[in-house]
């Protein structure tokens, strides 16, 4: 099982980005789906969560601006960022429970400019 994401860059503040994260090889099942982000001196941070019936949580610093959502035909996680700040500039982890084991993405980074 693979993780393939996608979709970061570099954004002025106030702007929009939108993650991507797709799972590819022998899948037969797929449960919550992640989104994870670190800075260089932090710990990773959840950032947000979606559970294989849609029930989304998230990170307080991002509630309002982010939104989870998951293709589960694609085995696919999105992470819609809005209102970008520069304390959101990160590299983005997905992270997916695939066949009752967790797989990691390969990070994005995002880079948000003020």
């Known amino acids: 099982v693979q993780l393939q994401a996608s979709g970061g860059g570099l954004v002025q503040a106030g702007g929009s980005l939108r993650l991507s994260c797709a799972a590819s090889?022998?899948?037969?099942?797929?449960?919550?789906m992640s989104w994870y982000r670190h800075t260089p001196g932090k710990q990773r941070e959840l950032v947000a969560r979606?559970?294989?019936?849609?029930?989304?949580s998230y990170a307080d610093s991002v509630k309002g601006r982010f939104t989870i959502s998951r293709d589960n035909a694609k085995n696919t996680v999105y992470l819609q960022m809005n209102s970008l700040k520069p304390e959101d500039t990160a590299v983005y982890y997905c992270?997916?429970?695939?066949?009752?084991?967790?797989?990691w993405g390969q990070g994005t980074q995002v880079t948000v400019s003020s």
């Open positions: 979606i559970t294989t019936g849609g029930s989304a």
């Open positions: 090889g022998s899948i037969f099942s797929v449960n919550a």
């Open positions: 992270l997916m429970v695939v066949n009752r084991l967790d797989y």
